[in-house]
């Protein structure tokens, strides 16, 4: 049995124009030899994980085709930040690139860091396009355990 949605037009908005030329552009193919500028230079955001540890949270973020030079990692009244630009790579006189699905440019992420966090103890460590953050808790925020002596009457 097949299961059927309702379509509602109204919920959806839709940009023809922008459907209709992506369309066109699949069937077809784009123009050899011409790359749209829009196509290489459009922004991106790189991915992040945050996880939280009893000791620390740990943020990595996937910067492939970026060194460590090219990243700024900033914390300023409690929010973490990351900046960078990954650029187009330079070709050779004679050659033409035929599509370009990578994304470039700017990107900047932004991170609240809570009260629990010690920023001056922040490390970051860059490893294969790989930016990892390590922020330590405080030693007051850590969890701690106390055995408490009961005592009988």
């Not at 945050?50 to 700024?72: F, M, N, Q, S, Y």
């Amino acid at each position: 049995m097949r299961n059927m949605i309702r379509w509602q037009p109204i919920n959806r908005p839709v940009n023809w124009n922008t459907g209709m030329d992506r369309l066109f552009n699949e069937f077809m193919g784009r123009s050899i030899g011409r790359v749209e500028e829009e196509t290489a230079a459009c922004a991106w955001t790189p991915a992040v994980n945050i996880l939280e540890r009893e000791d620390g949270i740990v943020i990595t973020a996937d910067l492939p085709g970026l060194k460590a030079e090219d990243v700024e990692v900033t914390i300023d009244n409690g929010v973490l930040t990351l900046k960078g630009e990954r650029t187009l790579e330079e070709i050779a006189e004679g050659e033409t690139y035929h599509r370009v699905e990578r994304s470039y440019g700017k990107f900047e992420r932004s991170f609240s860091v809570p009260n629990s966090v010690d920023p001056k103890k922040i490390e970051a460590r860059f490893v294969n396009g790989e930016m990892t953050l390590t922020l330590p808790k405080r030693d007051e925020s850590k969890p701690r355990s106390v055995k408490i002596k009961v005592a009988t009457a």
